[in-house]
């Protein structure tokens, strides 16, 4: 049986359950594709210390000669500080999350870090076209492999109904944190209370489990995105199995994952006014056929996900390109 060593600094730990859920999903859904042993490393820098990262230097290389792991799959891009300084000779998977590769002002310094691990990599998976871009002028094995969405799960007749008095507009995040760009969907709600001569309901997600989540957006009337920067947004794919109408910023993959998609739209600016309209027009409109339009993609579900991946990690270590 193969062994896999999947080194993230995103995973459930006790404290914080549902951290990185989407990374275990993906790695659950893989086993019904790929028969393995693995092998989890997290690096929680969020939780503990910047430091972790540089502790991984020393202990990622100890759980390779203790494991002897036949795959390597790194989860962000500075997870794989180790191979700065040390490369195995086996194949290594980097799947790149989108803030990790795509320079959005305070983050330079890691995207720099990011680019130079890529280049160690054997293949790197990325979450839309402009990261494929990006990549392929560092690692000509770059191929857009976005992280899956369990849709059986996510799926508003599992959920139960929450029942509000007024519009409930969904802001996909912690408000904290900057990249979300809370200030801008403030100022949205705010205009689209003005229009629609009434209050609306703001639901933030943030410290919810997976089932509260579910019925949060099964429940709700919109998901508004406003961030700066995206890579492939996990809670729009969820907001679409749901059947939510999403309004979004041009960022990241949502436009493709809203092609075809009725009610939901994407805008062609960051401007108050256009979103506003967007949002009303999604408000106006119904939820109906979001959900099966979204599935019948086949595209972006965890299974269909993990199944690609499995064909990449049976791909013969003669095959890849190896970075010295």
Request: with cysteine; glycine share 4%.
């Amino acid at each position: 049986m193969k062994k896999i060593l999947f080194v993230t600094n995103m995973y459930p730990t006790s404290d914080n359950p549902f951290f990185g859920i989407f990374i275990k999903e993906q790695i659950d859904a893989l086993k019904k594709s790929f028969v393995f042993e693995e092998i989890i490393y997290l690096i929680n820098g969020l939780h503990k210390s910047k430091l972790e990262y540089l502790k991984s230097i020393f202990i990622v290389p100890y759980l390779i000669k203790k494991n002897k792991p036949d795959i390597i799959h790194i989860h962000y891009g500075i997870s794989g500080l180790f191979l700065l300084f040390f490369r195995p000779n086996i194949p290594v998977y980097l799947t790149l999350h989108g803030c990790d590769f795509q320079d959005h002002g305070d983050n330079k310094f890691q995207v720099w870090i990011s680019k130079l691990i890529a280049k160690k990599v054997d293949q790197i998976f990325v979450q839309n076209q402009e990261m494929k871009e990006l990549g392929l002028l560092i690692n000509p094995n770059t191929e857009i492999l976005t992280c899956g969405v369990d849709t059986e799960f996510f799926n508003s007749e599992l959920a139960k109904s929450i029942s509000f008095d007024k519009k409930v507009i969904v802001f996909p995040s912690n408000p904290d944190r900057e990249e979300k760009n809370y200030p801008l969907f403030s100022k949205i709600v705010n205009q689209l209370e003005t229009d629609l001569k009434d209050n609306v309901i703001i639901k933030c997600i943030d410290k919810m489990t997976r089932s509260e989540i579910r019925n949060l957006l099964s429940s709700a009337s919109c998901l508004l995105m406003t961030s700066i920067s995206e890579g492939s947004p996990q809670v729009i794919k969820e907001a679409l199995s749901c059947g939510l109408p999403v309004v979004s910023v041009p960022v990241g993959n949502v436009g493709e994952m809203i092609e075809g998609v009725p009610n939901c739209y994407v805008s062609s600016t960051f401007e108050v006014d256009e979103l506003t309209k967007l949002v009303i027009k999604a408000l106006l409109g119904n939820k109906d056929g979001i959900r099966s339009s979204f599935v019948d993609k086949n595209i972006y579900d965890n299974n269909n996900i993990a199944f690609r991946l499995a064909e990449y990690y049976q791909i013969k270590k003669n095959n890849l390109l190896f970075s010295e």
